[in-house]
């Protein structure tokens, strides 16, 4: 049985296209003191009801040593607007503070088990994963959001504190899987049970 990403393996590398034009591997965030890897895309309510956010979070940690890398592994033909074209599109409208990859074939989004968009994976010094799940705890209404989960695991992280919670559910639309309905999932991702919370 294989589970999505579990605590303290390490992350799945990857060599995937950019919506700058250039190509990403793992390695290529080697300066970064901790890494965060999200899975996200263009079209979700989840992802653009929370960008903003997520984009603070990111500004306020890159000072310390934290890198952001998004992946959109979403089939464009569930969503169109998931497509590369629009992702270069919203890049340049939004200027985000991260590198945003697109996952085709969706292997690295398989690898990684992800589940929802946006799902958050972060990893330590040795790539290890010390956090998974959501971002914030309403992540469609950011005036609503009570809990960031991201920003307490880097404050903690950043302040060398142990993860006082490292597993939480991800909030948001089901990755949208080529070839199946927008609601399937691998056998193997669907095996993870989260603490819901």
């Known amino acids: 049985m294989v589970f ?13 296209p950019a919506t700058d034009g250039k190509t990403y591997s793992l390695k290529d965030f080697d300066d970064a003191e901790y890494l965060v890897v999200f899975f996200t895309c263009n079209h979700c309510p989840a992802v653009r009801g929370s960008d903003e956010v997520t984009r603070k979070t990111a500004e306020k940690y890159s000072a310390k040593g934290v890198g952001f890398v998004g992946i959109n592994a ?16 919203r890049m340049a409208e939004k200027q985000f503070p ?8 969706q292997e690295v989004a398989y690898a990684y088990g ?11 010094q040795e790539r290890k994963l010390v956090y998974t799940g959501r971002g914030v705890d309403n992540p469609k209404d950011s005036e609503k959001i ?3 989960d991201l920003d ?10 142990p993860v006082s919670v490292p597993l939480t559910n991800p909030i948001g639309c089901n990755v949208k899987w080529s070839g199946k309905d927008a609601h399937w999932m691998p056998p193997e991702a669907c095996d993870i049970v989260l603490d819901n919370t």
């Open 146 to 148: 009570k809990v960031n």
């Open 114 to 124: 992800a589940l929802r968009t946006p799902h958050f994976y972060v990893f330590d």
């Open 4 to 16: 999505t990403l579990e605590l303290g393996r390490q992350a799945a590398d990857f060599s995937l």
């Open 98 to 105: 991260w590198v945003y990859l697109r996952d085709k074939s």
């Open 74 to 89: 979403n089939s464009k033909e569930t969503h169109p607007e998931d497509d590369f074209d629009s992702m270069v599109s």
């Open 152 to 161: 307490r695991v880097l404050e903690e992280l950043t302040s060398g504190k």
